[in-house]
């Protein structure tokens, strides 16, 4: 009786740990989703609804705001946990900003970017035919920007394509040095090389590179571009040491093998000849 008694508990106790265990397992992926994209009562209730009320869940879902944990509340305030008072005023909801107040509405949490867009000649013709962040990059739907943004037929609906062009040309010469630079990094990493230094130095040209453009100032994208090009280059020099010298100890290496199977063969052929 009694000695079953103590078996009995270890395998309570292992069943127990189990059970907790599958229990954490079986909840996890649920919570990491929760913990990016809390239910909100607005997804919640604006999901029931029609047209343009309903409309901005389903494109938000799909947008870089919701994987950054940026929900509806973030942006239009109001109390995301309780229904009746979700868009009172009191609880800080703002509503659908005005047009001319767009840029500062996003620039709260952008505010380089704001910073750049108001002295440009973008900004400057804000609420006379300038365009606003939204104009650009959407309202729910924002994905994460690239120079992909700047194409024909977003840019020609004020005016012509010619300078929008001559800055897409000349920062996506300069995205393409920075995208190969990053895969060979990338592959050093990958074989244990140290790419501490050369990885720190990437990271600061891309982020000046990346806030170039607001500005659409073509003379300045094209003088800046230049000089972030010669950092680059510099970049490729240091990557070019590293491979030389790696190509180096992988002829030594080989002159180093095949130089002891020749002692060995000698060995071997000494040996025999002493035996004879
Ligand atoms: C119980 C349902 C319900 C909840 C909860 C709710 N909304 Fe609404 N929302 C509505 C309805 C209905 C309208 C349209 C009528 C109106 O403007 O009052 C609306 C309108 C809006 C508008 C557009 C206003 C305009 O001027 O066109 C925004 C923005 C908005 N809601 C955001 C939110 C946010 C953010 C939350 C959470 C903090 C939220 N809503 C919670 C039902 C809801
Ligand atoms: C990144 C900021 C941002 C987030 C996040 C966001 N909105 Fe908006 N929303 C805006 C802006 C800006 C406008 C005004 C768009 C315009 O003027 O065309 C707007 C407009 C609206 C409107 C009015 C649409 C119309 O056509 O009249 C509704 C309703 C709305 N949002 C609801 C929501 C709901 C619900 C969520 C969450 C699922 C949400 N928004 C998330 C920025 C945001
Ligand atoms: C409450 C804060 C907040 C507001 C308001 C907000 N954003 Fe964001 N936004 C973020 C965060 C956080 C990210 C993800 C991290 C990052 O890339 O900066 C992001 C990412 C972005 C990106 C992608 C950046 C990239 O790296 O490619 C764009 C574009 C963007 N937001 C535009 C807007 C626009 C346009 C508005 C206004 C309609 C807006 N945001 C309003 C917080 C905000
Ligand atoms: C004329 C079109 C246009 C307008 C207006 C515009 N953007 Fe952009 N935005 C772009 C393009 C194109 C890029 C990509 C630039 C790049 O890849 O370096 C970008 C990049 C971004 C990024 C990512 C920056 C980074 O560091 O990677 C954010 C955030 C952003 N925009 C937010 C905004 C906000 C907020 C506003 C309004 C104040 C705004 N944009 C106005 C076209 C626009
Ligand atoms: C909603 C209208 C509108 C859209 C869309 C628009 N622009 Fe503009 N843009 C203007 C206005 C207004 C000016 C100032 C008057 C002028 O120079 O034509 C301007 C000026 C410019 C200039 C000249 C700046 C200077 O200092 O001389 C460049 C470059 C430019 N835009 C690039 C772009 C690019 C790139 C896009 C697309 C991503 C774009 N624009 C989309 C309205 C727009």
């Not at 090389?193 to 000046?208: H, Q």
Request: charged share 25%; net charge positive; hydrophobic share 40%.
């Amino acid at each position: 009786m009694i000695e079953t008694g103590i078996r009995r508990l270890p395998l309570t106790r292992v069943a127990l740990g189990a059970l907790v265990l599958a229990a954490l397992v079986s909840l996890e992926p649920a919570r990491s989703a929760r913990a990016q994209q809390p239910e909100t009562v607005c997804i919640h209730c604006h999901g029931g609804l029609p047209e343009r009320l309903g409309a901005p869940v389903s494109l938000w879902r799909q947008s870089i705001h919701a994987q950054s944990g940026i929900s509806c509340n973030s942006c239009h305030g109001g109390d995301p946990k309780n229904a009746a008072m979700a868009m009172n005023p009191a609880r800080g909801f703002i509503g659908v900003p005005k047009e001319p107040d767009i840029p500062a509405f996003c620039g709260r949490c952008h505010p380089g970017v704001l910073k750049d867009y108001l002295a440009s000649a973008h900004g400057q013709a804000l609420g006379s035919g300038g365009p606003t962040c939204i104009t650009c990059h959407g309202t729910h739907d924002i994905v994460k920007a690239s120079l992909d943004l700047i194409n024909e037929k977003s840019c020609t609906r004020c005016h012509s394509f010619d300078r929008a062009k001559a800055i897409r040309d000349a920062m996506q010469q300069t995205e393409g040095y920075i995208v190969g630079i990053e895969r060979r990094i990338a592959e050093f990493q990958e074989i244990g090389v140290d790419t501490d230094r050369l990885g720190k130095s990437l990271f600061a040209v891309r982020n000046r590179f990346h806030t170039l453009f607001h500005d659409v100032n073509v003379e300045r994208v094209k003088a800046e571009s230049t000089q972030i090009n010669a950092e680059l280059a510099r970049l490729d020099r240091d990557l070019k040491v590293i491979e030389e010298e790696r190509a180096k100890r992988k002829v030594v290496g080989g002159v180093v093998i095949f130089g002891a199977l020749l002692l060995a063969a000698l060995f071997h052929m000494m040996k025999k000849t002493y035996e004879d």
